[in-house]
């Protein structure tokens, strides 16, 4: 449990990270370049089947929504992780702020979140081998170097951009501590 709490920890720094660079970021990470509204959504997706769908260098309508969904669902993960407890042994570092009947109404998300999270993980996945078997758009090397192949150049994010990256991590890093930390006294 000790690893299932630090790998909580992590993914709340993680998450953390995304919501700042989400505002301040490099143009294709930041939300507004991706979120769009219900009838973006449904004229993209109307047109995945088509030879003349469009491109997009970083998230598409759908896409961008999938990040939202993947988002809240770990953000919901973690939260519920903090205050859960296993009526044994572990609780959560932030347990002795609720009731016990809180702490296992939490817990019991905390469980079920866990579906939906594999859920979205398949669909995210089967996306990813979708665009690159059938779109011929490989989607992992952009998620994983952070350039694309664009209209034959590749496209990387404007400005050096990687000391704002540090200083973003570190800034989460610090406020996951002093949260963890703070349910101690």
Same mark, same amino acid.
């Given at each position: ?5 630090? =790998? ?57 929504? =999938? ?87 590749f496209a990387e994010p404007v ?27």
């Open positions: 449990m000790q690893y299932h709490a630090l =790998s909580g920890y992590a993914i709340l720094a993680l998450l953390l990270f995304r919501v700042m660079w989400g505002f301040i970021g490099g143009r294709p990470s930041r939300f507004v370049s991706f979120v769009r509204g219900p009838a973006a959504v449904r004229g993209y997706a109307a047109s995945l089947l088509r030879r003349d769908h469009p491109p997009y260098l970083g998230h598409n309508p759908l896409g961008g929504w =999938s990040v939202i969904a993947m988002l809240l669902t770990l953000f919901l993960q973690v939260g519920t992780g903090l205050f859960a407890n296993d009526n044994i042994l572990t609780q959560g570092p932030l347990y002795d702020w609720v009731s016990n009947q809180t702490s296992n109404w939490l817990t019991r998300i905390h469980k079920f979140n866990q579906q939906i999270i594999v859920a979205l993980v398949i669909v995210h996945v089967s996306a990813i081998l979708f665009y690159l078997f059938f779109k011929g758009d490989n989607l992992l090397r952009p998620m994983i170097t952070g350039t694309k192949q664009w209209a034959g150049n400005g050096d951009r990687i000391w704002v990256a540090v200083v973003v991590t570190a800034l989460a890093a610090i406020a996951v501590y002093l949260l963890v930390r703070s349910a101690s006294f």
